[in-house]
């Protein structure tokens, strides 16, 4: 990175040589990432800056970028990222947040206002960084939320963040396996259940992108066929969910029929999916039946 010298530079020219770099350097969405080193590094939106960059300036913004060629995943940099109106802290250690597992958060508030339970009680197992549990509270209040995370490094930031978005107190975070500790879980006791379990199969773990492969592979390792955790969370999990109670899944963009195949050999109801954003199949919900079914 010592070939890059943005002292002296204007902002926007700065801009350019960072873009430059990074996207030499293999970096997806270069001019975007560039912008945000710079805010980061400078405190400023480039858009809005017109003075040319000081050498302390200019050694700041080297630096963040310099991490970025190494294909360090910006959220890490940034040690924080934006999840629908809230913002998570995130690190080594923890699954990055992406925009593309808002819309399980939102699959699960649809169904939670569909019900029009006041108070329903709420499991995000592999919880991470808590970004699913922490948005069902924040847009349904009177949810009682619980957040099961089996790492140490991410249940530290799970911690972090429930305390930071919502207040200590406001949803119960636990420690467990979520492969082996449904028998913890009253039967009947959980109106929904959502998940961003490992799904990444084994082919898929030996041909990471860079930053992938810098988040924690026990949170993306799901088995040589991708379904060891659906395969739980449509078994086992099941018994915990009220008759009506509903199981919201993140999925890969490949594996809807494999989870809705699950759901419909283990009895589950109106079973859907959704995509994301960006046109990729990324839900699939299972309903217990209701008592009366």
């Known amino acids: 990175m010592n070939e890059l010298n943005l002292t002296g530079l204007a902002p926007r020219e700065a801009l350019r040589a960072v873009a430059d770099a990074l996207s030499a350097a293999g970096v997806p969405d270069a ?8 805010r980061l590094a400078l405190g400023r939106d480039p858009r809005l800056d017109a003075d040319p960059l000081t050498p302390a300036a200019a050694a700041a913004l080297q630096e963040l970028a310099a991490r970025r060629m190494g294909r360090e995943p910006l959220q890490y940099i940034a040690g924080r990222w934006d999840f629908l109106d809230f913002t998570l802290a995130v690190g080594p250690g923890v699954l990055c947040p ?3 597992t808002e819309v399980v958060c939102e699959t699960a508030l649809d ?30 209040p009177g949810a009682r939320v619980m957040c099961v995370e089996y790492s140490p490094d991410a249940l530290s930031y799970l911690r972090r963040n429930a305390d930071a978005a919502l207040g200590p107190g406001a949803v119960t975070v636990r420690a467990g396996n979520v492969l ?36 924690p592979a026990m949170a993306l390792d799901g088995g040589a066929d991708g379904l060891d955790f659906y395969r ?23 594996q809807r029929q494999a989870v809705l195949d699950l759901g419909a ?29």
């Open 265 to 293: 050999a283990g009895g589950w109801a109106n079973a859907f999916a959704r995509q994301d954003y960006g046109g990729n199949d990324r839900v699939v919900a299972l309903q217990n039946p209701p008592a009366d079914d």
């Open 180 to 215: 082996t500790d449904w028998e913890g879980v009253k039967p009947g006791s959980v109106d929904l259940i959502v998940s961003n379990p490992p799904y990444l199969t084994g082919a898929e773990m030996q041909s990471l992108m860079p930053e992938t492969a810098r988040e």
């Open 232 to 254: 739980c969370l449509t078994g086992p999990w099941r018994q915990a969910l009220r008759p009506g109670g509903w199981l919201v899944l993140e999925i890969g963009c490949a």
């Open 111 to 140: 169904l939670l206002r569909a019900a029009g339970k006041p108070d329903p009680v709420v499991l995000d197992l592999c919880a991470g960084t808590g970004c699913l549990g922490l948005g069902v509270k924040r847009f349904w």
């Open 31 to 38: 001019d975007f990432d560039a912008r945000e080193l710079y």
């Open 98 to 100: 992406r925009a593309d």
